[in-house]
């Protein structure tokens, strides 16, 4: 057994508490005794068999003679002293020790395990004998990790605290009756972004030794004594702990610096004793023996932090590799188990905020080539269809201060996360890993495989052509959710789909198999490979249930349904390049610490240019693989020929269809299909609609430009001028010639020229033509096929409309095409379908560049159709049923026609009273809406108003929509499209808005006075529970008397202000504001902002929180105000006497600002991180500074400076406290607030916090007496 002292461990307990144990029963002399235990082993000895840190319990045999223990009994649990049984013939010898391990295991190998663990916050444990008598008992309270708890010596009844255990040893006799700890030292820095040079101080408030690590090993008592300030010279990962004489060691205290760094990425700190990582004998990051060392745990430190610079979390882990090939790779993928449940938005996207486990993938088989391709791939997946992901979030790594690069944040299969997006038990849920290689193919994962064991055996002994067995299987599998899976991997041609299956059911009557998307780092990087036919072959479920033709029909229609809306060649380029564009700022360094390091037959990305040429090649795949996987699936169903079908919803937002399973149409839509393909389509009509019938309008095929059409070319050593593919271009120098065009096929039309150097041809050839279109309205949709060897950019009057195998980034001469082409590609016309609206009315310069792959290739080929679609203006009635089913025999354009209810309309007048009910509900809002002075409009809880795009109501005599938090009433767009806003003018009574939502709202008519979804003009206006959702700016009122109570002001969308008040009477109470924009009050007198909280979201550098300019007697009280790229609290303009009290600001470049003679007093605030505390200056010349009296103020944080004043103002501050330095005045202290959890923003004061009763003595107490 090897003791290993240096491992990781984290104390998170703070304070002192003293725990004494209760013996429960007598120890007779020389008698078998549980002698010592540890209920907390995070880093201290390593158990035989699986090489974890486990829990143990010693027991010592104190006769002379020894002791048969087979068949006596340990437990926790006194109700049942028959837990676990000691196996027959264990033998303790006389004074002997026996060591048993509390790690749940249940097994005898090296050592024996318990089937229960120890409980660290306090239990029971016992030894009794095979009848169940107590030989030796304990009670114990919680225990501190790595600290033991044994007798004095041997056998004593004297329990004491070991600082140093000593498992199947003698105990020693230094150990403390208490568990009275060291005090937690303080650091003068939190974790964060620094720059080289910077210090750090620890310090105790009580007198003690601290010893502190800078390599990621604990910091014991032969490490380093801290007696001045650490210079920051690299990233560097400081480890800390205060011992003080006669208690045991204090907590662990450890942080992060990241010296002079920057990322675009959020940043992971992981601190562990380097012996975890790299111990031949136990460490997980040594290759020999990987496989084994696959399973070990270690424990670590891990530390979160956003793209900002601000850390999200800080958190207990254990760390285990993760991957069957991603082992053996020098970037190691990761699994993190937290200690506890992470609380914060780690993968934003996921929908999740609570995680118990989750993963820092190095990418596996992607590794080498582009990072990304898995994430990608299951992004698209995610962002379009129902069927579990893995969310993706890619990061930057750095172990114990050393840069190890992007590492993808993923979420981890297992029950926790089937509980998180299913909402079943975590404990009960078979989960399953598939590999169609093996001749036993179940690896289970969590439960049991007897279900699934069962279902394929009736799968393998069953034709599913026949209804009754089909429904056995369609009541056990989730059959959407299979197709889906099937869809996925077949259209991204995952090679490796056989070895990467997993799949989950809840253990319940009706729970169904379903699958969960894995693994695809080998998708999108095959263009012919096919996935298809591969699993028609070699998936057992899938061969079976093709043979049911009712399934075959289903995925059918769902795999070219899905080809038509999800896998589009541009939509998914387009998510493609944003992901690439989100990583390559950091793929640089990452290049660097990896290149040249090789593992596996496979080494780190060379350099950048490899890294983009690794994305073209896959850009390249995913834009030409549908029109591959079409093929293969004409293969394996027997189906040919292709038909386009277009369908219409007339008007827009009326109503909509469904095409298949999933496919919304409510405007138009177009998709190709195979001929004599079943296609089903099912109209519906929104609220307040109806629907009119199925029409046809017939529709016509024109070839614009033909194969082997006549070209201006240019085949020379030179660039041409940069206006040659434009329509003014003087082309009369070029050559003219017929396509095909190229050479070395002998197969062209035209042959060009390459020069004369046959290993150094000309790397590009220009081409150029006119169209001429009379009326480009009335083309639906351009197909270009396109033939191209090797690679191609075509343009359309100067504009770039497509590029084809050719990399991202600017196009030069010497630009290579992504990839050399060969065999069926040679000849293969690509194609790409794009608006009619592409073409202008006239003549159209058509010009297209084609790209060597290098300039030895051997050939060239160009050639180019162009075919229109367009439609007529005749419509037919086909059909007055919403449901069509039908078999597409030919191209077809249908229009699903609806109509309007007409007793649903919102008068465009109202006169006198009107009430709405929801009942009548919705309402259509068709024209502008003018409630005129006199009359009133009342709407009632649950009515729903849906406006017509632009549409407005302009409110002159009043407007009550009073809703309830059960019912509350929704102003919304038709269809969701926007319209105009609610438009109070000159109102003669007063209006309220009580439980409304107002969605999708832009301005008024007249967006100068009318800016905002809800606008008001010299109106008495009353808003309690207001939601405002997908609006641009929410609020603005000019005169009046205004009031917004409990409401919730998204501007995400904002382009300045969020709420915007001038020249009114305002209070605004217990809001919550978020999004690109500002509270902003302007001329406002006796103006209340109370109880809020104000979150910016925005890039822009002059965002404040709350900004007031010429207003009087402000009052700025108790709100929260988060991350504001300018100021937390700006006061300018003039304005005076404003009130700013019990505030807290997180980070922003300044948290106060008063300017322009404009005085503030500032009390009982607490600013956090904000680069300058509070700012007194002249903004705008000649308007003299500002002056700012503070006091009973907490800067805290990162900042630079608590404050700064120019020569034409002043401040003053009085009992503030500064961690930085001592300000001037009466009553100001410097030190560490204490806050109780900064990254849980709690700004609430421990109980030792030298802010407590350190305020002005003059000031009334604090709402808990202090």
């Not at 027959?88 to 295991?105: C, M, N, S």
């Not at 056990?476 to 056989?498: K, P, R």
């Not at 060969?822 to 016309?829: T, V």
């Not at 297209?848 to 060239?860: F, G, L, N």
């Amino acid at each position: 057994m090897t003791k290993h002292n240096i491992v990781f461990a984290m104390v998170l307990a703070t304070g002192c508490m003293i725990l004494t144990p209760t013996v429960v029963a007598d120890i007779p002399a020389a008698a078998v005794v549980i002698n010592e235990f540890m209920a907390s082993n995070q880093s201290t000895t390593l158990d035989p068999d699986s090489l974890q840190y486990a829990d143990w319990i010693e027991l010592y045999n104190g006769a002379s003679v020894a002791v048969d223990l087979g068949g006596a009994y340990l437990s926790d649990d006194f109700a049942n002293p028959q837990k676990w049984q000691i196996p027959k013939d264990v033998i303790l010898p006389a004074t002997g020790y026996l060591l048993l391990w509390a790690d749940e295991y249940d097994i005898t190998a090296k050592g024996l395990h318990t089937n229960f663990k120890l409980g660290a916050a306090g239990e029971e444990l016992g030894l009794f004998t095979s009848e169940g008598a107590v030989i030796d008992t304990i009670r114990f309270s919680r225990q501190i990790t790595d600290i033991s708890y044994g007798r004095a010596q041997n056998a004593n009844n004297r329990w004491l605290y070991f600082e140093s255990p000593t498992p199947a040893k003698a105990n020693g006799i230094d150990g403390l009756t208490s568990s009275r700890q060291a005090v937690e030292l303080l650091f003068s820095l939190p974790s964060g972004f620094v720059s080289q040079g910077q210090t750090i101080s620890l310090t105790t408030p009580t007198e003690g030794t601290i010893h502190f690590t800078t390599d990621g090993e604990n910091p014991g008592r032969s490490a380093p004594i801290f007696k001045s300030p650490i210079a920051l010279t690299r990233t560097t990962v400081v480890k800390a702990r205060c011992y003080q004489d006669g208690l045991l060691p204090g907590p662990i205290v450890t942080r992060t610096y990241f010296v002079d760094e920057q990322s675009t990425l959020p940043v992971f700190s992981l601190s562990t004793a380097p012996g975890n990582l790299y111990d031949e004998s136990y460490g997980i990051y040594v290759d020999e023996d990987i496989a084994e060392r696959k399973n070990w745990r270690r424990p670590a430190l891990l530390e979160f932090f956003e793209p900002d610079g601000h850390q999200g979390f800080s958190q207990e882990v254990d760390i285990r590799l993760f991957g069957r090939t991603a082992i053996f790779l020098p970037q190691k993928s990761i699994s993190l188990f937290p200690s506890t449940t992470i609380d914060y938005p780690l993968l934003p996207n996921s929908g999740v905020k609570y995680l118990n486990s989750f993963l820092l993938r190095s990418s596996s088989d992607d590794w080498h080539r582009t990072m990304f391709r898995d994430g990608f791939i299951q992004t698209l997946v995610q962002q379009n269809l129902d069927i579990d992901t893995q969310a993706y979030r890619p990061a930057v790594l750095f172990i114990n201060g050393e840069y190890f690069g992007i590492h993808n944040i993923r979420e981890k299969y297992n029950g926790d996360y089937l509980a998180s997006h299913h909402g079943v038990d975590a404990d009960n849920n078979d989960l399953l890993y598939i590999d169609e290689r093996q001749p036993d193919p179940i690896t289970v994962l969590e439960g049991d495989r007897d279900h699934y064991e069962a279902l394929m055996d009736f799968v393998a002994h069953n034709d599913l052509a026949i209804p009754t067995n089909y429904e056995l299987v369609a009541n056990q599998v989730d059959l959407a959710n299979f197709m889906d899976y099937v869809i996925i991997e077949a259209i991204c041609g995952n090679v490796s789909w056989a070895h990467n299956i997993r799949i989950w059911r809840p253990k319940t009557e009706d729970g169904k198999w379903q699958w969960l998307v894995f693994d695809l780092d080998r998708g999108f990087r095959d263009r012919t490979f096919n996935a298809l036919s591969d699993m028609a072959e070699r998936m057992p479920l899938f061969h079976a249930l093709l043979a049911n033709p009712g399934f075959a029909e289903q995925f059918l229609q769902r795999i070219t349904e899905y080809l038509n809306t999800i896998f589009v060649p541009e939509q998914m380029t387009a998510l493609l390049d944003s992901l690439q564009q989100g990583i390559s700022a950091e793929m640089p360094r990452h290049i660097e610490r990896w290149k040249g390091i090789c593992a596996n037959n496979v080494c780190g990305i060379p350099s950048m240019v490899d890294w983009q040429n690794n994305v073209t090649d896959m850009r390249n795949i995913v834009q030409e693989r549908p029109a591959i996987i079409r093929q293969q699936i004409a293969d394996l169903f027997d189906v040919n020929g292709a038909i386009r079908l277009n369908v219409h919803v007339e008007p827009p937002g009326y109503g909509k269809v469904q095409l298949g399973a999933s496919t919304i149409v409510d405007d138009h839509y177009s998709g190709e299909f195979f001929s004599n393909q079943l296609l089903n389509l099912d109209a519906s009509a929104n609220p307040g609609f109806s629907f009119l019938g199925w029409y046809e309008t017939t529709s016509s095929l024109n070839t614009l430009l033909q194969r082997g059409s006549s070209w201006k070319y240019f085949d020379q050593a030179t660039v041409p001028d940069a206006s040659w593919n434009t329509l003014n271009f003087d082309d009369a120098a070029w050559k003219t010639g017929r396509a095909q065009f190229g050479y070395g096929d002998n197969d062209e039309t035209t042959p060009i020229s390459f020069g004369n150097d046959d290993n150094n041809k000309y790397m590009t050839s220009y081409y150029r033509t006119l169209l001429t279109v009379n009326d480009p309205s009335s083309i639906d949709r351009l197909t270009f096929r396109l033939l191209r060897d090797d690679g191609a950019v075509v343009y359309v009057n100067g504009q770039e409309l497509f590029r084809s195998n050719m990399p991202a980034g600017v196009i030069s001469f010497d630009t290579p095409a992504s990839s050399s082409v060969g065999g069926d590609d040679e000849d293969s016309f690509f194609e790409f379908i794009v608006p009619g609206s592409t073409l202008s009315k006239g003549a159209n310069c058509l010009a297209v560049e084609v790209h060597q792959y290098e300039p030895s290739s051997s050939d060239v080929s160009f050639d180019l159709e162009i075919v229109s679609e367009q439609g007529s203006q005749e419509r037919t009635l086909i059909s007055r049923d919403q449901q069509l089913r039908f078999q597409a025999t030919r191209n077809q354009s249908l229009t699903a026609e609806f109509d309007i209810d007409r007793q649903h309309l919102f008068p465009q007048v109202p006169a006198g009273e009107l009430t709405l009910t929801s009942a009548g509900s919705p309402y259509l809002l068709l024209e502008d809406v003018l409630i005129p002075a006199g009359s009133a409009v009342t709407i009632q809880p649950g009515a729903e108003i849906h406006v017509a795009e632009g549409k407005n109501i302009l409110i002159h005599g009043s407007l009550r929509a009073i809703g309830s938090l059960q019912q509350p009433i929704v102003f919304l767009g038709i269809n969701h499209h926007s319209w105009g806003a609610l438009c109070f003018e000159d109102a003669a009574q007063p209006s309220a808005l009580s439980h409304v939502v107002v969605r999708d709202a832009t301005s008024g008519a007249d967006a100068v006075h009318f800016k905002a979804a809800v606008s008001t003009r010299n109106s008495e206006l009353f808003l309690d529970h207001v939601a405002f959702q997908n609006v641009i700016q929410p609020f603005y009122g000019y005169g009046g008397s205004i009031t917004l109570l409990d409401c919730q002001l998204d501007g995400t969308n904002a382009g300045d202000d969020i709420l915007n008040i001038q020249f009114a009477s305002a209070r605004i109470e217990k809001c919550h504001l978020f999004g690109n924009g500002e509270l902003d009050l302007d001329s406002v007198d006796d103006g209340i902002i109370r109880n809020n909280l104000i979150e910016i979201i925005s890039s822009n550098s002059n965002r404040d929180g709350i900004d007031i300019g010429a207003s009087r007697d402000v009052v700025i009280e108790n709100n929260r105000i988060f991350n504001c790229p300018d100021k937390g609290i700006s006061v300018g303009e003039e304005s005076v006497n404003t009130l700013i009290r019990g505030n807290l600001i997180h980070q922003a470049a300044m948290g106060i600002a008063v300017k322009d003679h404009s005085t503030a007093i500032i009390d009982h605030n607490t600013i956090y991180s904000a680069d300058v505390g509070v700012s007194v200056y002249e903004k705008i010349a000649g308007e003299d500074g500002g002056s700012a009296v503070v006091s009973n103020t907490i800067f805290s944080g990162r900042y630079t400076q608590e404050y700064a004043a120019d020569v034409k103002s002043s401040v003053q501050f009085s009992y503030c406290l500064s961690e930085k330095s001592l300000l001037e005045g009466i009553g100001n202290i410097q030190g560490d607030a204490r806050f109780r959890s900064i990254l849980d923003q709690n700004f609430y004061l421990h109980a030792d916090s030298p802010c407590i009763n350190a305020g002005d003595p003059t000031s009334p107490p604090d709402a808990d007496g202090t």
